[in-house]
Protein backbone atom coordinates (compact mmCIF):
# COMPACT_ATOMS: atom_id res chain seq x y z
CA UNK A 1 0.00 0.00 0.00
CA UNK A 2 2.04 2.77 -1.19
CA UNK A 3 -0.94 5.88 -0.22
CA UNK A 4 -1.34 6.51 3.88
CA UNK A 5 -4.81 7.10 3.39
CA UNK A 6 -6.49 4.01 1.79
CA UNK A 7 -8.27 4.76 -1.48
CA UNK A 8 -9.98 1.40 -1.61
CA UNK A 9 -11.93 -0.64 1.14
CA UNK A 10 -9.31 -3.97 0.91
CA UNK A 11 -6.48 -1.12 2.02
CA UNK A 12 -8.80 0.40 4.50
CA UNK A 13 -9.99 -3.32 5.76
CA UNK A 14 -5.98 -4.22 5.92
CA UNK A 15 -4.99 -1.18 7.66
CA UNK A 16 -7.70 -1.39 10.41
CA UNK A 17 -6.73 -5.35 10.43
CA UNK A 18 -3.36 -5.65 10.11
CA UNK A 19 -1.46 -2.21 10.62
CA UNK A 20 -3.59 -0.90 13.35
CA UNK A 21 -4.63 -4.39 14.90
CA UNK A 22 -8.58 -3.49 15.64
CA UNK A 23 -10.65 -6.13 15.53
CA UNK A 24 -13.96 -4.71 13.56
CA UNK A 25 -16.37 -6.50 15.58
CA UNK A 26 -19.65 -5.59 15.66
CA UNK A 27 -19.72 -3.57 18.56
CA UNK A 28 -16.83 -1.44 17.19
CA UNK A 29 -18.67 -0.91 13.65
CA UNK A 30 -21.56 0.20 15.22
CA UNK A 31 -19.90 2.73 17.61
CA UNK A 32 -17.84 3.91 14.33
CA UNK A 33 -20.94 4.22 12.02
CA UNK A 34 -22.72 5.95 14.83
CA UNK A 35 -20.01 8.37 15.26
CA UNK A 36 -19.77 9.14 11.87
CA UNK A 37 -22.99 9.14 10.57
CA UNK A 38 -23.81 12.69 12.35
CA UNK A 39 -22.56 14.75 9.51
CA UNK A 40 -22.01 18.20 12.33
CA UNK A 41 -21.07 16.10 15.06
CA UNK A 42 -17.62 16.68 16.50
CA UNK A 43 -16.22 13.45 15.74
CA UNK A 44 -17.28 13.77 12.24
CA UNK A 45 -16.41 17.44 11.75
CA UNK A 46 -12.97 16.57 13.30
CA UNK A 47 -12.47 13.36 10.71
CA UNK A 48 -14.06 15.39 7.75
CA UNK A 49 -11.25 18.43 8.89
CA UNK A 50 -8.08 16.05 8.99
CA UNK A 51 -9.39 14.07 5.53
CA UNK A 52 -11.90 15.14 3.72
CA UNK A 53 -15.39 14.99 3.17
CA UNK A 54 -14.76 12.57 0.15
CA UNK A 55 -12.31 10.19 2.50
CA UNK A 56 -15.15 10.86 5.19
CA UNK A 57 -18.08 9.45 3.10
CA UNK A 58 -15.61 6.03 1.82
CA UNK A 59 -14.76 5.87 5.63
CA UNK A 60 -18.44 5.25 6.70
CA UNK A 61 -19.45 3.70 3.36
CA UNK A 62 -16.47 0.84 4.43
CA UNK A 63 -17.65 0.78 7.95
CA UNK A 64 -21.47 -0.08 6.58
CA UNK A 65 -19.53 -2.60 3.91
CA UNK A 66 -17.71 -4.36 6.54
CA UNK A 67 -20.61 -4.15 9.19
CA UNK A 68 -22.95 -6.00 5.71
CA UNK A 69 -19.87 -8.66 5.89
CA UNK A 70 -20.75 -9.64 9.52
CA UNK A 71 -21.57 -13.25 9.79
CA UNK A 72 -24.88 -13.47 10.69
CA UNK A 73 -25.94 -14.80 14.65
Not at 35 to 47: K, N, Q, V, W
Not at 52 to 72: I, K
Amino acid sequence: MADVIPQTYADWRYCITVQCGLALSPDYIQARIQALSAAESEDSLRFRRLYGDSHWQNVLAWFRQAQAELPLL
